[in-house]
């Protein structure tokens, strides 16, 4: 077994921006620290920078995602963003997807544990929920994968005018020029790059968006999505 690193206290701005939940945020590093070094979801080395490096800077992209919409976070690993977005945002109906079984069994006891009502976790990869799972509002990841490939996997699933918000490091503004074609074709009408966590975090996250049109994802998915939907009606008649 792999011996955790201690973790630190929470800094004075997780207490500003996690508020009444705090103490689930820090239950949750805990828990970081603990099981998810444990079960192999983190690093021991990501310990010591838990809340600066990990909790803190996906909590403020709370400040780009619209009210009460539906967020799908792909890709979930360890629920980030997708948890500390769900404490700090309660108005949000959030889906963890994430493959990997031993990854959805930490990110259903974290929900259970903190109570998080307003979250729902699926295994599965992007392409196979594609059809099974209601469009939503808003996809999130956190440096799974290259733009274009990680547009290819969460665009589809947005519905018509819903964005993307990908949590990206120093590369975004490369990434974006990279993948302009690619975004074109999967429906984006506009991307852009932004920074959030002004006074909670230092550097500042930096956000992809990518906003889409009527058609998500452009024609092949739109024919993949039908397809899957009818595919379900039709399980459901039986």
Same mark, same amino acid.
Request: with cysteine; hydrophobic share 45%.
């Given at each position: 077994?792999?011996?955790?690193?201690?973790?630190?206290?929470?800094?004075?701005?997780a207490?500003?921006?996690?508020?009444?939940?705090?103490?689930?945020?820090?239950?949750?590093?805990?828990?970081?620290?603990?099981?998810?070094?444990?079960?192999?979801?983190?690093?021991?080395?990501?310990?010591?920078?838990?809340?600066?490096r990990?909790?803190l800077?996906?909590?403020?992209?709370?400040?780009?995602v619209?009210?009460?919409?539906?967020?799908c976070?792909?890709?979930?690993?360890?629920?980030?963003?997708g948890?500390?977005?769900?404490?700090?945002?309660?108005?949000?109906?959030?889906?963890?997807?994430?493959?990997?079984?031993?990854?959805t069994?930490?990110?259903?006891?974290?929900?259970? +544990? !903190?109570?998080? #009502?307003?979250?729902?976790?699926?295994?599965?990869? /992007?392409?196979?929920? @594609?059809?099974k $799972?209601?469009? =939503?509002?808003?996809v999130?990841?956190?440096?799974?994968?290259p733009?274009?490939?990680l547009?290819?996997?969460?665009?589809?699933?947005?519905?018509?005018?819903?964005?993307?918000? +990908? !949590?990206?490091? #120093?590369?975004?503004?490369e990434?974006?020029?990279? /993948?302009?074609?690619? @975004?074109?074709? $999967?429906?984006? =009408?506009?991307?852009?790059?932004?920074?959030?966590?002004?006074?909670?975090?230092?550097?500042?996250?930096?956000?992809?968006?990518?906003?889409?049109?009527?058609s998500?994802?452009?024609?092949?998915?739109?024919?993949?999505?039908?397809?899957?939907?009818?595919?379900?009606?039709?399980?459901?008649r039986?």
């Amino acid at each position: 077994m792999t011996e955790a690193a201690e973790l630190p206290p929470a800094p004075e701005e997780a207490r500003t921006v996690f508020g009444d939940r705090f103490p689930d945020a820090v239950r949750y590093a805990e828990l970081l620290a603990d099981a998810g070094v444990q079960r192999g979801l983190i690093g021991p080395r990501e310990v010591p920078r838990l809340w600066e490096r990990h909790l803190l800077n996906c909590a403020v992209l709370s400040e780009v995602v619209p009210e009460n919409v539906t967020v799908c976070d792909v890709g979930s690993g360890a629920g980030l963003p997708g948890i500390p977005l769900a404490l700090v945002r309660p108005d949000l109906k959030i889906t963890l997807l994430e493959p990997l079984l031993r990854r959805t069994n930490f990110l259903t006891e974290v929900v259970e +544990l !903190l109570g998080l #009502d307003h979250v729902t976790v699926v295994r599965g990869r /992007a392409e196979e929920v @594609l059809g099974k $799972l209601p469009p =939503v509002h808003v996809v999130t990841a956190r440096a799974v994968a290259p733009l274009d490939r990680l547009a290819a996997w969460g665009v589809p699933l947005l519905r018509p005018y819903g964005e993307m918000l +990908l !949590l990206k490091g #120093d590369t975004a503004e490369e990434e974006v020029k990279a /993948a302009g074609a690619s @975004l074109s074709k $999967l429906g984006a =009408v506009d991307t852009s790059v932004l920074h959030v966590g002004e006074g909670v975090v230092d550097p500042l996250s930096t956000v992809v968006r990518v906003e889409v049109g009527e058609s998500p994802g452009g024609v092949r998915f739109a024919a993949k999505r039908a397809k899957a939907a009818r595919a379900g009606r039709a399980r459901r008649r039986r």
